[in-house]
């Protein structure tokens, strides 16, 4: 007998013989090779058996044989169960627009809560998650995922020190820790004020404390700026303030870059190819962007997401393969081209590690050479910024 799961795929009926010679329906089924089980008497003129819906059109010959009859008692399996699917078409449908909609609903942004942040920080961080596409309405598996989402938010949000970012069913959840100011009295502790590093003073500008330095002064990393005591020495009327001043000076930075004359980069032309796969049980079936690329170079950046029903994570995932062409492109330079670009690389390099507040004020190439297909420059620049540092005073030193 054939295996149970593979007869009810073809489909199995039931079915009554009756006649005077049921035992020669029986004989003639052996002798065609006609599958038939389960087999019983009913009387002396009728018995009842089973045996697969392909097998039936080579019976009816063997009946009229016999003079016997069959009458169908039951049916069973995938044939019969579509042919009443197709005579309910409507319920049917019904059924797979209600599951459909369900499962997409379920993969649907419903709600954005933000959790521990004032209403400054809150709007701030609700006008970045809009920019990311997280936004009510949106489908799930189109959006980036949690751990990009965090980062990108904790980057972006300045007035927060950390932001946690959790996706539960349709919810989107932010909690945000914000950050701890330290007290105003803290940052009027006595103090002086020093040098964080050998300049020309370029600028004096003093709230609180006395000037130990004037402009035009050299000093180096550790020299004494603004001093926190107020008065002469030994006198009664001295006092110990902290120390409040804006010292600029003036400072060398010496930079060597070499740029070649011939270069080849590998950049994106802008042309894409987009494909959308459904992943079930590890099998990808392409649902849109069918065809293949006809770039010669690829990049290829794949974005999976899960999808979910109701609370549940389902073994299946959507998939957006995107396919970005790539091509070779090769960049020479004039020697006169390569000093501009080496020029323009050193500084943007130094201007990095430099304070936000920090202005370059003058640069001088103090070397330029030509080798081995390279330009390399020496460059010496000027640049004023703060130097000041504090330094504690310790009463009764």
């Known amino acids: ?36 089980w389960n087999v019983k008497r009913v009387n002396n003129d009728a018995i009842i058996a089973s045996l697969h819906l392909e097998d039936v059109k080579r019976l ?15 049916r069973r399996g995938w044939p019969f169960l579509l042919k009443s699917m197709g005579s309910r078409f409507g319920f049917v449908a019904g059924i797979a627009v209600f599951f459909v909609l369900i499962l997409l609903l379920s993969n649907v942004v419903w709600n954005i809560e933000v959790k521990g942040a004032s209403p400054k920080v ?43 970012v959790r996706q539960k069913g349709t919810t989107y959840e932010f909690e945000v820790v914000e ?37 035009n002064d050299f000093v180096r990393e550790g020299d ?11 006198e009664e009327e001295q006092k110990i303030v902290a120390a409040q001043a804006v010292i600029l000076g003036e400072i060398w930075y010496k930079s060597e870059v ?26 990808s079936l392409p649902i849109w962007g069918f065809g293949k ?20 994570t389902l073994p299946i995932s959507y998939e957006r393969v995107t ?27 130094l201007i990095q590690h430099l304070p936000n507040d920090a202005e370059v004020i003058g640069e001088k190439v103090l070397h330029e050479a030509l080798e081995n297909g390279k330009v390399k420059l020496q460059i010496h620049y000027q640049v004023i910024e703060d130097i000041t540092s504090e330094q504690p005073i310790i009463q009764g030193d």
Not at 19 to 34: A, F, K, P, T
Not at 135 to 164: H, M
Not at 224 to 234: N, W
Not at 258 to 281: C, D, M, Q
């Open 60 to 74: 009816r010959p063997l009946l009229r044989q016999s003079q016997c009859k069959i009458v169908f008692t039951h």
């Open 258 to 283: 070499e740029v070649p004359l011939e270069a080849l980069f590998t950049t994106l032309s802008g042309e894409r190819k987009v494909k959308h796969h459904l992943e079930i049980g590890g099998i």
């Open 323 to 349: 396919y970005y062409e790539s091509v070779d492109y090769e960049r020479t330079y004039t020697k006169d081209e390569a000093i501009a670009a080496a020029k323009k690389r050193a500084k943007a390099e």
């Open 224 to 234: 004494l700026l603004v001093s926190g005591y107020i008065g002469k020495e030994g």
């Open 293 to 312: 690329h006809s770039f010669e170079q690829v990049e290829q950046d794949n974005h999976v997401k899960p999808i979910r029903f109701f609370q549940w």
């Open 1 to 36: 007998m054939r295996n149970q799961w593979l007869s009810n795929i073809s489909g199995v009926v039931r079915i009554r013989v009756t006649g005077r010679y049921v035992e020669q329906v029986l004989n003639h089924c052996i002798n065609e090779g006609i599958t038939i």
């Open 122 to 164: 809150e709007n701030e961080l609700r006008q970045v998650i809009q920019e990311l596409g997280v936004k009510r309405g949106v489908f799930q598996f189109t959006l980036p995922n949690v751990e990009y989402i965090q980062r990108e938010v904790s980057e972006r949000v300045e007035d927060a020190t950390w932001i946690g």
């Open 179 to 215: 950050q701890q100011l330290p007290e105003e009295a803290e940052r009027y502790s006595p103090r002086h004020l020093v040098a964080t590093k050998e300049a020309i003073i370029n600028k004096v500008f003093v709230e609180h404390g006395q000037s130990v330095v004037k402009i």
